[in-house]
């Protein structure tokens, strides 16, 4: 499942928001400051931030920033969910890094949808970078030693390789045929045996150690 950091002040626009994303199937986590988001951020990187501008000390303008900084926000979808409507706002969004900016009130239903599409984006870029560095590490191969067997089960190593190349929990679902649950249940299983915590830094061990993505015809004939 897919993570959302929500960040905002109005704690009964967080309850109503965090109630209607989970019935959507993601997994939310609320925070009333953007101090409050900072720390969430750093704790456990969400796939997808929602933040309001207008919050009191750091405004989301400061927030957004901040995490456009670090490694792990830099490609990080964000999207702004504001009253401030002025044109000058929206641009200040946009130019600071945001992906999105969606005025209040707003309809529940477009935001879900912009939030799909910039999943499904961010799932793009992770696969193309997938790719590169695949084919850096194949012009490097011969260099370069093999990496150990990966701890994990047949099963289990079919849904680390999908989620490697970015794949949702429910596109992996379709895929390989199994149940949304049974994903969830390999992925922790792969978090624990690898000691990781989530899909970035499953990506980051994959290419650090020198594990290659088999291609789908590989896939196709171990299946």
């Given amino acids: 499942m897919k993570r959302i950091l929500?960040?905002?002040?109005?704690?009964?626009?967080?309850?109503?928001?965090?109630?209607?994303?989970?019935?959507?199937?993601?997994?939310?986590?609320?925070?009333?400051?953007?101090?409050?988001?900072?720390?969430?951020?750093?704790?456990?990187?969400?796939?997808?931030?929602?933040?309001?501008?207008?919050?009191?000390?750091?405004?989301?303008?400061?927030?957004?920033?901040?995490?456009?900084?670090?490694?792990?926000?830099?490609?990080?979808?964000?999207?702004?969910?504001s009253a401030l409507g002025q044109i000058d706002c929206r641009v200040e969004g946009h130019s600071i890094g945001a992906d999105d900016y969606l005025l209040k009130p707003f309809h529940p239903r477009e935001l879900v949808a912009k939030i799909e599409a910039q999943l499904e984006r961010s799932r793009r870029i992770h696969a193309e970078i997938v790719r590169l560095m695949q084919r850096s590490t194949n012009l490097t191969s011969h260099q370069t030693p093999t990496p150990p067997p990966l701890p994990l089960t047949p099963a289990e190593e079919r849904v680390f390789w999908e989620a490697v190349r970015g794949f949702t929990n429910k596109q992996i679902s379709e895929r390989l045929f199994i149940s949304?649950?049974?994903?969830?249940?390999?992925?922790?299983?792969?978090?624990?045996?690898?000691?990781?915590?989530?899909?970035?830094?499953?990506?980051?061990?994959?290419?650090?150690?020198?594990?290659?993505?088999?291609?789908?015809?590989?896939?196709?004939?171990?299946?």
């Fill in 6 to 81: 929500v960040v905002d002040d109005d704690k009964i626009l967080r309850t109503v928001l965090s109630d209607y994303l989970e019935k959507q199937g993601y997994v939310v986590e609320n925070a009333d400051s953007a101090e409050q988001g900072l720390a969430a951020f750093a704790k456990n990187p969400p796939d997808l931030v929602i933040s309001d501008i207008m919050m009191p000390g750091m405004d989301g303008f400061e927030f957004c920033r901040r995490l456009r900084a670090t490694r792990e926000g830099q490609l990080l979808p964000f999207i702004f969910l």
């Fill in 180 to 223: 949304p649950r049974t994903v969830q249940s390999h992925l922790r299983n792969i978090f624990n045996k690898l000691e990781i915590e989530n899909r970035s830094q499953l990506v980051r061990f994959a290419f650090e150690v020198g594990y290659q993505p088999p291609t789908d015809s590989e896939c196709a004939s171990d299946s």
